[in-house]
Nanobody, 123 residues
Framework: QLQLVESGGGLVQPGGSLRLSCTAS????????IGWFRQAPGKEREAVSC????????NKQTSVKGRFTISGDIATNTVYLKMRSPTPEDRGVYYC????????????????WGQGTQVTVSS
């Protein structure tokens, strides 16, 4: 059974940190490009970052460069998104999804998605 499960969301203060997890079942994450997306209330879902099957990282949002870090753990079949110094603009539901091995798929071509984890940024 193919499944992606996000966890780690919650309330975080500006200047704090949060680590989101995406754990896969039924397939090996390192064989695919794994992307993180987010959707704020009233806004469209947008790509945040992606890690390819070769470990190459592609940042999709200039606003998170230097603050968000994507990484993977082969042993636990998990991809992480570490958030540092979040702002209210970083709020929303964060999703992970499976795409092509080179992180070159469009949003519609990501075939498997998790259910998302909520991130709230507030002082």
């Amino acid at each position: 059974q193919l499944q992606l499960v996000e966890s780690g969301g919650g309330l975080v203060q500006p200047g704090g940190s949060l680590r989101l997890s995406c754990t896969a079942s039924g397939f090996t994450l390192s064989n695919y490009g794994i992307g993180w997306f987010r959707q704020a209330p009233g806004k469209e879902r947008e790509a945040v970052s992606c890690i390819s099957s070769a470990g190459v990282i592609t940042n999709k949002q200039t606003s998170v460069k230097g603050r968000f870090t994507i990484s993977g753990d082969i042993a636990t079949n998990t991809v992480y998104l570490k958030m540092r110094s979040p702002t209210p603009e970083d709020r929303g539901v964060y999703y992970c999804a499976r795409g092509g091995g080179r992180c070159d798929a469009s949003r519609d071509d990501y075939g498997y998605w998790g259910q998302g984890t909520q991130v709230t940024v507030s002082s």
